[in-house]
């Protein structure tokens, strides 16, 4: 599954790993039909609490879904995700096949009329461009990037300059090779890259020197030029290739999305979307006002009850969601000793904040046992939910936590940081009250609980490593390598530094195994050496939460990190 962080859905919000991203498209990006040319313009408005950050969704600090929701719909690809997580391939953007199973070979041709919005082709140097920055060929000084699954596999892109076609020929087989050159890796334009790098050859003529000196200005412009300010915009340097581009967005308030005229596929329905920064708490309020059409808050106990005492005013969407909440360690700092892993895990009281912060929302929540596979999957329940190790930290267990930092013999009160993004003016009460329980329960064993969440704690606390526990939310999709690089050494999304030479090997293992039911096996191998190791802490499976005004039509919620606006192109106003 390719990985996404929330904050309040998360790379960090929920900030995370899971299964964090139907009805009327007729392709990936169409709409079913577009209204009256000259009908009124129709604008939605979205609330949502995390801020756009990055053009570049491709870094380990772009990664966000406050970046993807914005991006979906402007940069295309070759697939997207239904709402239940089934990959479709999204032929307005273009095709692909598989052409040979030995070696395994897939043949992408971008639609003929592909172009980004400043009139510059879509081809194959931008293929080329997504296989030199996600795969590691460009080595440690290279270009970042959050997962190089598949990339790494393949041989480059087979195509020369102005090509609308590639092909990819994998060196060893990989699981999920339907879901490259799409999803949670974007397509960027690989002429803006050039130009800011100062190249005055293509990438396509880097192809077997990747590592030439000539790419080290591009690289840097590739790994930090895209990173934004708030309300910053460099327009001129962030071009569409979908439905809409980024038109404006004032800090703290909103970010606007035009209908991108150089859109060669079915027009959108509305000709503008604005996506406006509100807290969650407050997005309800906002919802009756009338000031948006449609929000999208993590779930939380409050939200749920003011949603509900709006009764038919507003529709209300609840879904399973490839995403989860989790505790994840940092095996640098006071957790690097596995006793005080062990204490921590046997205070922190999983089925109390189960209790209390999710059940009054979803009364059949459970505690989360697994890093890969979803209670609503069919595989949990007989592999996972009592089977992988973490059945033995259901119950919180102080003599037991005591007794194992009297074995590391580190002196009390351990003070332990516990990181998330925690925003003034957005708070997510949830976490902040999942933190107070935490503090109840484990100060009495000898720890010392302190909130270290901060407004920047993705763009900067978590990619540094300052923190001892990071509190968030995976969220991705049913493809099973999108977790490669958040668990194995070294790995993009593991600035905890967790490391297991045999997780690593079945990392790989699983990324070259086709057979369904062998993944299932290996993923629970997974789990088990790392509820051993303690590098993570599973809490509960993240439920879908959208609602919307009567007036807005064709929202539906998606399981994976495409999230809300996977069909922005098909919202609608009833006229």
């Not at 598989?98 to 293929?127: E, I, M, Q, R």
Request: some cysteine; aromatic content about 10%; overall charge negative.
């Amino acid at each position: 599954m390719i990985t996404s962080r929330t904050g309040v859905r998360a790379l960090g919000l929920l900030a995370g790993s899971a299964l964090a991203l139907s009805a009327c498209a007729t392709s990936s990006g169409g709409a079913a039909s577009t209204g009256s040319a000259t009908s009124a313009p129709i604008t939605v408005t979205l609330g949502y609490a995390q801020e756009f950050s990055a053009y570049n969704p491709n870094t380990p600090d772009g990664t966000a879904l406050a970046n993807s929701i914005i991006l979906g719909q402007v940069i295309r690809s070759f697939y997207y995700f239904k709402p239940d997580g089934t990959l479709t391939p999204d032929t307005e953007f273009g095709t692909y096949e598989k052409t040979s199973d030995n070696p395994l070979t897939v043949k992408y041709t971008f639609n003929d009329k592909a172009v980004w919005s400043d009139g510059k082709p879509v081809d194959c140097d931008d293929a080329v461009l997504m296989w030199m920055a996600n795969s590691g060929v460009t080595g440690d000084k290279g270009f970042l990037y959050a997962s190089n699954s598949g990339f790494k596999d393949m041989a480059p892109p087979a195509c020369k300059a102005g090509d609308k076609s590639f092909t990819v020929t994998y060196k060893t087989p990989f699981a999920d090779w339907a879901g490259q050159f799409g999803g949670s890796t974007f397509f960027l334009p690989a002429h803006i890259v050039e130009a800011q790098g100062g190249m005055t050859k293509t990438f396509i003529d880097y192809e077997n020197d990747p590592t030439s000196p000539d790419l080290a200005k591009a690289i840097a412009f590739y790994n930090k030029g895209w990173a934004l300010n708030p309300g910053q915009l460099k327009k001129d340097i962030m071009p569409s290739a979908g439905p809409y581009t980024i038109d404006s967005w004032t800090a703290g308030q909103s970010l606007t999305l035009k209908a991108n005229p150089q859109w060669w596929g079915t027009p959108p329905k509305a000709q503008t979307i604005t996506i406006r920064y509100i807290g969650d708490t407050a997005q309800a309020q906002a919802l009756q006002n009338g000031e948006v059409n449609i929000m999208e808050p993590q779930p939380q106990v409050d939200i749920v009850n003011q949603l509900k005492a709006l009764g038919d005013a507003v529709k209300v969407q609840f879904g399973d969601q490839y995403s989860f909440e989790h505790l994840d360690y940092n095996f640098t700092t006071v957790f690097k000793n596995a006793d005080l892993r062990e204490a921590f895990a046997k205070c922190v009281p999983r089925q109390q904040i189960i209790d209390n912060l999710i059940k009054p929302q979803n009364p059949q929540a459970q505690i989360f046992q697994s890093r890969f596979v979803y209670p609503f999957q069919p595989a949990y329940a007989a592999d996972f939910q009592n089977s992988v190790g973490g059945q033995n930290y259901n119950t919180v267990d102080i003599p037991a936590a005591k007794a194992a930092i009297a074995k590391s013999g580190v002196q009390t009160p351990i003070k332990v940081r516990i990181g998330w993004r925690k925003d003034p003016a957005a708070l997510n009460k949830r976490r902040a009250d999942t933190i107070a329980l935490i503090q109840a329960s484990c100060n009495p064993a000898g720890f010392q609980i302190i909130d270290s969440g901060t407004p920047t704690f993705f763009d900067k606390e978590w990619p540094s490593g300052n923190f001892d526990v990071a509190l968030f939310a995976w969220i991705g999709s049913p493809l099973v390598t999108g977790s490669d690089d958040i668990y194995k050494t070294n790995g993009g999304q593991n600035p905890g530094k967790y490391s297991n030479p045999q997780v690593d090997a079945l990392i790989n293992q699983m990324d070259h195994e086709l057979n369904k039911d062998k993944q299932i096996q290996i993923q629970k191998q997974l789990d088990t050496i790392m509820w051993k190791d303690l590098a993570t802490i599973p809490l509960f499976a993240f439920p879908g939460l959208a609602a919307t005004d009567n007036k807005v039509e064709n929202v539906q919620i998606n399981a994976t990190q495409a999230d809300i606006t996977w069909n922005a192109y098909s919202w609608d106003l009833k006229q």
